[in-house]
């Protein structure tokens, strides 16, 4: 999956959705990934849904004549023809405390110690722990209708595809219960086999992820965003779950600070980011605005379409390159067997993949360094790969229609060569 995440509240009104279609589609996108478009708690979040069938106002056009439902099929309609399928988030460890669920149904729900209606939170690393006050906490394990608010959830999915969804991001997949994964997915599929499911792990403990993904996803997210390029933690991380479920890498994501902010406006590590992600693991997702180097973090109550930016850069056409490249070549659309090469230059990533299905190999040869050049040499790339077949140069820039031997490039400040043998 190519996944672009359209944020809502960025995006505006449905009717406004149709130029980020557009554009995720001219850039070779096949997903789009929406945020909650449900209607909201009093908190105003995202993430704080007050009432799972009922539409946000704030995408909904009221001088359209049609109903919001209507208006959100419509959109899905469009994707569709523009090659898009849509994937929801659904979120079912939480809801919001003002929910009329919470006074309708008291048994779905987590009690505190005096008896009041949990609220979730995150432990902050330094031994205290943040509480969402705005949440009220699901007890999926403990409810004494338990059977009742499967059924209701599962309501829920089977009216968002009734809407013209056909995946779903599961929101901090790793504090729902295994078991209830499973037997949703297994009911969804029975009647809609092309569904799709990825669990939203990170932050979890290895063995929470393994144990997540083994109840059915599709997909699980994976932190490669974070990687250094050097420690060993991605790779026994990936090695962990490679066999089990295929991944999603993300380069900055609605939670995490903006990449051009945070790297200085080095348009470098935008694409070196970009190009890593893409081609490390089955999927890749990027999130609205990554294109033209925004700045500004996407907020899950505050962001408007007013907060729309002035492009700093235009990676359109790179990304549309490389999601080319993903597209095109096996051994980047599994998770392939990955192995970290040793070079003589310690400012080089030589990484070789093999695809598990499909018989490609394929070299990446990156630098690290986004802010100076770093030289490339070997006696001959064919010592790399295990294949008889000639290896073909796929690169974003200056690709190389004959490759000597012995082999060497100057690569620029966060360049990679992508070189791919022929199936």
Not at 391 to 397: I, M
């Amino acid at each position: 999956m190519r996944i672009y995440n359209l944020f809502p509240l960025l995006a505006g009104r449905f009717g406004e959705w149709r130029s980020h279609l557009e554009r995720a589609a001219a850039m070779g996108f096949d997903w789009v990934f929406v945020n909650p478009v449900q209607e909201l708690g009093r908190s105003a979040s995202l993430y704080s849904i007050g009432d799972y069938f009922n539409i946000n106002h704030a995408f909904v056009d009221p001088a359209s004549g049609r109903s919001a439902e209507d208006q959100l099929r419509e959109t899905a309609h469009l994707a569709k023809d523009l090659g898009l399928r849509m994937m929801g988030d659904l979120v079912i460890n939480h809801c919001a405390a003002d929910s009329p669920l919470v006074a309708q149904h008291p048994q779905w729900f987590a009690r505190a110690p005096d008896g009041s209606v949990a609220h979730p939170g995150c432990d902050l690393g330094n031994g205290e722990r943040e509480v969402w006050f705005d949440l009220a906490q699901f007890d999926h394990d403990g409810s004494a209708e338990r059977e009742g608010l499967f059924q209701y959830f599962l309501g829920v999915v089977k009216h968002c595809i009734g809407l013209g969804f056909t995946g779903f991001r599961c929101d901090a997949a790793y504090q729902v219960p295994a078991w209830l994964w499973r037997r949703l997915i297994d009911a969804v599929k029975q009647e809609h086999p092309d569904v799709v499911f990825a669990a939203e792990t990170l932050g979890c403990q290895p063995q929470q992820t393994i144990d997540t993904a083994q109840a059915g996803f599709d997909y699980c997210f994976n932190s490669s965003k974070w990687w250094d390029f050097t420690s060993p933690w991605l790779m026994q991380q990936y090695e962990m779950t490679r066999d089990i479920v295929p991944s999603i890498s993300f380069p900055e994501s609605h939670d995490t600070e903006r990449l051009f902010q945070e790297s200085g406006g080095n348009e470098n590590e935008m694409k070196q980011r970009y190009l890593f992600a893409a081609l490390f693991s089955a999927a890749i997702m990027m999130p609205q605005g990554y294109e033209y180097g925004f700045r500004k973090k996407l907020h899950v109550v505050a962001t408007r379409p007013s907060d729309w930016e002035q492009p700093s850069i235009d990676l359109t056409g790179f990304i549309a390159h490389v999601n080319r490249i993903k597209a095109d070549c096996p051994v980047f659309r599994e998770e392939s067997f990955n192995q970290l090469l040793i070079d003589d230059n310690p400012n080089i990533l030589l990484m070789w993949k093999s695809a598990k299905r499909a018989r490609q190999e394929a070299l990446i040869v990156l630098n690290k360094d986004v802010w100076q050049r770093q030289r490339f040499y070997t006696e001959s790339l064919a010592r790399y790969v295990q294949s008889p077949s000639p290896l073909q140069d796929l690169s974003v820039d200056w690709p190389m229609g004959f490759l000597p031997a012995p082999f060497e490039f100057e690569l620029l400040p966060g360049m990679a060569r992508v070189l791919v043998t022929t199936t």
